[in-house]
């Protein structure tokens, strides 16, 4: 009997034990189907921002297409300007020109009238001597007769007379060429006052042709500067959301990573490319290993120590994948610290910096600038103390690369 109830008791607690261990089993264990779901869910996440991303660079490159274009409307805007300003100077010097040909017409008009009133004055006293003689008749030849002394004296007079006559033929004859000669040239100078003005009216209608271009153009410059504010907004509009929608696919990852930490396994997947923390002029000043501490003697070093060769403080740090940041603050003998988790069971430690340029709950992009160098907390120099974290322990970052 007593045989048999210690039999019954064994089996209760057998199935106890088997209920508890089922219970504590299930409780960690995490199927193959809620893994692959959450792996899924954590991919197409990262695919929804990768389109995300392309959707702001799309936006980028239409917002630089319309900078280009902008640029080119300023630059055609300045060119027309300059031509409007080379039409206003040849209109003014045209018109200078005219107004020399105006002044030139009204002299010649001025001498063709004082030439007018000579040959009329020389007109009239030519016909007063013709009437005169012709009035006289034979009167006129006796008189020149009587009045001369001698045959000698007689033809002198005689030919006096005919070289009066002649002369005044003479100087009219001159007059009038000399008048001929001043409409010629006054009808030279209208033609040119005419072309002058043909030119002036050509200029003027060019002039008035570029300042429509000016406007058209001063339109599109406005259209571009408009199109360019409008993708410039987008792009960060689409920035923010993929990197909202990163920093979703990222927790999505590490939720994956952590179901099967929590059932007692590891994370085995390939980190891929990682971006180096600091400028390309760097060097080690200690190695990931067993070393002499300055400050604690013998020790493992958890990391990298790295200095550049020029300007090392102050020198941006630079985040070596998308990851989200844990802590940004005062570590203990590290000083000013960054801790970012960037997914592959991975998280980073920055030590000794100078200052941040980000903050906890942050998530931050590859190649992004999360702080600077400097010389805090157990340090004897400037430099940047690189730690990798896989599963919780300490990696050769040089693992990475």
């Known amino acids: ?93 045209t018109e200078a020109k005219i107004e020399e040909k105006r002044a030139e017409i009204e002299a010649k008009k001025a001498e063709m009238k004082a030439k007018e009133a000579e040959i009329e004055e020389q007109n009239d006293a030519l016909n007063n001597r013709l009437t005169a003689m012709y009035k006289t008749g034979n009167a006129g030849m006796i008189d020149v007769l009587l009045n001369s002394e001698s045959m000698e004296d007689l033809l002198s007079n005689i030919g006096m007379v005919q070289k009066i006559l002649e002369s005044d033929q003479k100087l009219m004859e001159k007059l009038k060429k000399d008048y001929k000669k001043l409409k010629k040239l006054k ?73 099967i930490v929590d059932a007692g396994g590891d994370v085995e997947l390939a980190p891929g490319e990682y971006a180096w923390p600091t400028k390309s002029n760097w060097e080690l000043s200690d190695k990931y290993g067993w070393r002499i501490c300055p400050f604690h003697g013998r020790e493992f070093h958890n990391g990298l120590d790295i200095v550049l060769t020029s300007g090392t403080n102050g020198s941006p740090v630079y985040a070596i994948a998308d990851g989200y940041i844990t802590r940004a603050s005062w570590y203990g003998g590290y000083g000013n610290c960054i801790q970012y988790a960037i997914g592959n069971g991975y998280s980073v430690l920055c030590g000794h910096l100078s200052g941040y340029n980000c903050k906890a709950g942050q998530y931050v992009t590859k190649g992004s600038v999360i702080g600077y160098i400097g010389s805090t907390g157990a340090s004897t120099g400037p430099h940047l103390h690189f730690t990798v974290f896989k599963g919780g322990n300490t990696v050769n970052p040089f693992s990475l690369y």
């Open 1 to 93: 009997m007593k045989n048999g109830r210690k039999r019954n008791l064994i089996i209760i607690l057998m199935l106890i034990s088997a209920m508890v261990a089922g219970t504590f089993i299930s409780s960690f264990a995490v199927s193959q189907d809620e893994y692959d779901k959450a792996q899924k869910a954590a991919k197409e996440a990262k695919e929804a921002t990768e389109a995300k991303r392309k959707e702001a660079k799309d936006a980028a490159k239409a917002a630089a297409a319309a900078v280009a274009n902008f640029e080119e409307a300023e630059k055609q805007l300045d060119q027309l300007a300059s031509d409007i300003e080379t039409k206003k100077i040849e209109i003014s010097n």
């Open 187 to 259: 009808k030279q100078l209208e033609e040119q006052r005419t072309a002058l003005e043909g030119e002036q009216a050509f200029l003027v209608d060019q002039q008035i042709e570029l300042e429509g271009k000016e406007a058209e153009t001063e339109e599109l410059k406005k259209k571009y500067q408009k199109e360019a504010d409008e993708m410039h907004a987008l792009q960060k509009q689409k920035e923010a959301e993929a990197a909202e929608m990163a920093a979703d696919a990222l927790r999505k990852q590490l939720e994956a990573e952590q179901m």
